[in-house]
């Protein structure tokens, strides 16, 4: 999968002249819905399906700022998944420097519009694959 790219915008700085913190989230949302369309899956045709995917959980450990001009990299990958629960790794690169911006992680559930749990590997057994087939090996 390609890393996700986002341009700094002068609008996403704060009074200190680098990015603010809640925008990272944003990214990270934008870098999910890539993601998801590289996988073949994407998240519109997801819900025309009837299938949301909300934030259950969300963590990021910021380790250097981004500020106006910088273009962040964003690489997605699942971290784990049981069929109830997505974890998504988020890994932020400043792609210029190479330094390492944020790492982060969500959690998402998978409801239908009536706010029910969907059973994912009944209803897109294909999504549950492709997810599968890029988790990280836990054999040991």
């Known amino acids: 999968m390609k ?3 986002h341009k700094v915008q002068y609008y996403e700085t704060d009074a ?3 990015v603010h913190h809640s925008n990272y989230i944003r990214w ?3 870098a999910r819905i890539d993601f998801m369309e590289q996988l073949g899956f994407p998240y519109a045709e997801m819900e025309a399906r009837g299938v ?4 259950k959980a969300l963590s990021c450990a910021y380790q250097k700022p981004c500020a106006f001009g910088d273009t962040a990299e964003i690489t ?3 971290a784990s998944f049981n069929g109830v629960v997505l974890t998504i790794r988020y890994e932020t690169r400043n792609q210029k420097t190479g330094e390492q911006v944020c790492l982060a992680r969500s959690e998402h559930v998978f409801l ?3 706010g029910h749990f969907v059973r994912m590997k ?3 057994p294909d999504f549950c694959a492709a997810i599968t087939a890029l988790l990280p ?4």
């Open 122 to 124: 009944r209803e897109m």
């Open 16 to 18: 200190m002249g680098i």
């Open 137 to 140: 090996d836990t054999e040991t």
């Open 112 to 114: 239908n519009r009536e």
């Open 3 to 5: 890393p996700y790219l």
């Open 28 to 30: 990270m949302e934008e």
């Open 52 to 55: 949301l995917s909300p934030v």
């Open 76 to 78: 997605v990958s699942p």
